[in-house]
């Protein structure tokens, strides 16, 4: 069984950083695609970022420039840098693994395991 651990969650003022991390046991993730995503009160869970099972790595457009993804094979890790936060960024943040080696990067509904969720706060 494969587990997903957030961490990195919190309330910060706009323009501020946070680094949001993804802890991965029981199966190694280094070969498979890792994202992010997100949900807003009212707001279906909407896609941030991802690193495929191939290295290419994907933003929404709203968030290029700004965040920054990667994953540390030896920790078994996934991150997200968040930089230059904005009050929209407020949301709860999930990571989730893609075991299906796919081309659907940004589709939640190709994830087959999901972290618990880390709240991300940004005031204005």
């Known amino acids: 069984q494969v587990h997903l651990v957030e961490s990195g969650g919190g309330l910060v003022q706009a323009g501020g950083s946070l680094r949001l991390g993804c802890e991965a046991s029981g199966r190694t993730t280094s070969s498979y695609t890792m994202g992010w995503f997100r949900q807003a009160p009212g707001k279906e869970r909407e896609f941030v970022a991802a690193?495929?099972?191939?290295?290419?790595?994907y933003y929404t457009d709203s968030v290029k420039g700004r965040f920054t993804i990667s994953r540390d094979n030896g920790k078994n890790t996934l991150y997200l840098q968040m930089n230059s936060l904005k009050p929209e960024d407020t949301a709860v943040y999930y990571c989730?693994?893609?075991?299906?080696?796919?081309?659907?990067?940004?589709?939640?509904?190709?994830?087959?395991?999901w972290g618990q969720g880390t709240q991300v706060t940004v005031s204005s």
């Open positions: 690193i495929s099972w191939s290295g290419g790595i």
């Open positions: 989730a693994l893609n075991l299906q080696r796919g081309s659907a990067i940004m589709n939640r509904n190709v994830y087959d395991y």
